[in-house]
């Protein structure tokens, strides 16, 4: 597993940039939360939204890198991952690290987690810490000379889909990692889409689709159902672009 970041190295990649401003009008407006379905292909896969994952990986299928250089999954592992860029979105494709940082609860703790660390990049809308356990959400590198997110209109709350064997998951940009590695996402994110959450022996080594949405966030950060909303119409605009 990798090596997670202090409080100080989180605040300082989190304070490089603010986020960029985009006009709200550009972008779709939240509207009633569409009803889960099924993926197609294979009939067993349950997906959240309207938008299959063969389609967004469709539109991700090249790979124009806007990252300096290249990121590792791990320590000690080649810097082979670039951080791709599409028309409204960012996207890599790495494996997937658990994270379990943030406020402590019965699955990630100090005894659970030998890495645990009691804060995330961003909070809830109350200024309490995001709940690995409870909230999927995604990692991103701290920001560097190699890739700032915030410079490409990445933030917390923004929305993610996060695509793995056949399924969707829309989470949210909840904490930033080390400025050299990517690929993490929360204990609830592993344990929707069907990987092995233990914070010390979970993951997947390969086959992690991360697409984020440049605009507007889900609101509150916290509501899972405020990502699916927003990432819902986020991904079928994003679809319908050149």
Same mark, same amino acid.
């Given at each position: 597993?990798?090596?997670?970041?202090?409080?100080?190295?989180?605040?300082?990649?989190?304070?490089?940039?603010?986020p960029?401003?985009?006009?709200?009008?550009?972008?779709?407006?939240?509207?009633?939360?569409?009803?889960?379905?099924a993926?197609?292909?294979?009939g067993?896969?349950?997906?959240? &939204? !309207? =938008?299959?994952a063969?389609?967004?990986?469709? @539109? *991700?299928?090249?790979?124009?890198?806007?990252?300096? +250089?290249k990121? /590792?999954?791990?320590?000690?592992?080649?810097?082979?991952?670039?951080?791709?860029?599409?028309?409204?979105?960012?996207?890599?494709?790495?494996?997937?690290?658990?994270?379990?940082?943030?406020?402590?609860?019965?699955?990630c703790?100090?005894?659970?987690?030998?890495?645990?660390?009691?804060?995330?990049?961003?909070?809830?809308?109350?200024?309490?810490?995001?709940?690995?356990?409870?909230?999927?959400y995604?990692?991103?590198?701290?920001?560097?000379?190699?890739?700032?997110?915030a410079?490409h209109?990445?933030?917390? &709350? !923004? =929305?993610?889909?996060?695509?793995?064997?056949? @399924? *969707?998951?829309?989470?949210?940009?909840?904490?930033? +990692?080390?400025? /050299?590695?990517?690929?993490?996402?929360?204990?609830?994110?592993?344990?929707?889409?069907?990987?092995?959450?233990?914070?010390?022996?979970?993951?997947?080594?390969?086959?992690?689709?991360?697409?984020?949405?440049?605009?507007?966030?889900?609101?509150?950060?916290?509501s899972?159902?405020?990502?699916?909303?927003?990432?819902d119409?986020?991904?079928?605009?994003?679809?319908?672009?050149?």
């Amino acid at each position: 597993m990798r090596t997670r970041t202090t409080a100080l190295a989180v605040a300082a990649g989190a304070a490089l940039l603010a986020p960029v401003s985009l006009p709200a009008a550009a972008y779709p407006q939240e509207t009633a939360p569409p009803r889960k379905s099924a993926e197609n292909k294979g009939g067993s896969a349950a997906r959240e &939204g !309207s =938008v299959s994952a063969s389609a967004l990986l469709a @539109k *991700v299928g090249s790979c124009k890198q806007i990252s300096r +250089g290249k990121y /590792r999954t791990d320590d000690g592992t080649r810097a082979n991952i670039p951080v791709c860029g599409k028309r409204g979105a960012v996207f890599w494709k790495a494996d997937m690290d658990i994270d379990c940082d943030g406020r402590p609860s019965k699955a990630c703790n100090r005894r659970t987690d030998p890495l645990f660390f009691h804060a995330t990049a961003f909070q809830e809308s109350n200024g309490r810490q995001l709940s690995a356990e409870r909230l999927p959400y995604i990692v991103v590198p701290g920001a560097s000379r190699r890739w700032n997110h915030a410079a490409h209109g990445i933030t917390g &709350g !923004s =929305v993610a889909a996060v695509i793995h064997r056949g @399924k *969707v998951l829309y989470a949210v940009v909840g904490d930033t +990692g080390p400025t /050299r590695l990517i690929g993490e996402a929360s204990y609830a994110a592993a344990k929707s889409l069907g990987i092995r959450a233990d914070p010390r022996s979970g993951g997947t080594d390969a086959g992690v689709t991360y697409l984020v949405f440049k605009g507007p966030k889900a609101s509150p950060i916290q509501s899972h159902r405020a990502a699916v909303t927003r990432g819902d119409a986020l991904a079928r605009q994003f679809l319908r672009q050149n």
